[in-house]
T-cell receptor, first 113, second 110 residues
Framework: EAQVTQNPRYLITVTGKKLTVTCSQN?????MSWYRQDPGLGLRQIYY???????DKGDVPEGYKVSRKEKRNFPLILESPSPNQTSLYFC????????????FGPGTRLTVL | GESVGLHLPTLSVQEGDNSIINCAYS??????FIWYKQESGKGPQFIID?????DKRQGQRVTVLLNKTVKHLSLQIAATQPGDSAVYFC?????????FGIGTKLQVIP
């Protein structure tokens, strides 16, 4: 089944404790992206990647890192999480940089205490 | 997923009626405009897109209209069904970055 998977689905952590949210797609898509979703703000793009070893900042990259060593994986790293990073996170992939039809993962709900 | 529905504009429609969801966009240079549907507890799902050089595009039970003069996008859903209840987002893309609107919650009244 073609899909985007994220792990973990739920995470509660404390301020300053490094964490990684994994994202994997099995559709051989070139483009991958991370979004955060907050009430009243919609989805905001954190980082995106046009292909392996190519990553760029979205609209809200502060406090986040990403890497794209393999085509299928695009982990999101929070080196020192803070409470304002409490949010619902979505990973998405698209066939190429046209980014017309994105396929989204199921989401990761992160709470930083 | 439930909390993302709070504070959103809400459209209530009787089952069987047509729904019109509106969106204002900001970037005149956007190449494509896209509508996504997000059901409770799930990630957004692609519905339909329209290229910036088009005014109208039709899909199955959905029509998207683009008015570049006033930077306005709309999604029309024909014969709205209970399964259409969701949050609908418009998005604009310049071929790499994607910007989403805040969303509209559609409630279908049986």
């Amino acid at each position: 089944e073609a899909q985007v998977t994220q792990n973990p689905r739920y995470l509660i952590t404390v301020t300053g404790k490094k964490l990684t949210v994994t994202c994997s797609q099995n559709m051989n898509h070139e483009y991958m992206s991370w979004y955060r979703q907050d009430p009243g703000l919609g989805l905001r793009q954190i980082y995106y990647s046009m292909n392996v070893e190519v990553t760029d900042k979205g609209d809200v990259p502060e406090g986040y890192k990403v890497s794209r060593k393999e085509k299928r994986n695009f982990p999101l790293i929070l080196e020192s999480p803070s409470p304002n990073q409490t949010s619902l996170y979505f990973c998405a992939s698209a066939l190429n940089g046209g980014v017309i039809e994105q396929f989204f993962g199921p989401g990761t709900r992160l709470t930083v205490l | 997923g439930e909390s993302v529905g709070l504070h959103l504009p809400t459209l209530s429609v009787q089952e069987g009626d047509n729904s019109i969801i509106n969106c204002a966009y900001s970037n005149s240079a956007s190449d494509y405009f896209i509508w996504y549907k997000q059901e409770s507890g799930k990630g957004p799902q692609f519905i339909i897109d329209i290229r910036s050089n088009m005014d109208k595009r039709q899909g199955q039970r959905v029509t998207v209209l683009l008015n570049k003069t006033v930077k306005h996008l709309s999604l029309q859903i024909a014969a709205t069904q209970p399964g259409d209840s969701a949050v609908y987002f418009c998005a604009e893309t310049t071929y790499q970055k994607v910007t989403f609107g805040i969303g509209t919650k559609l409630q279908v009244i049986p």
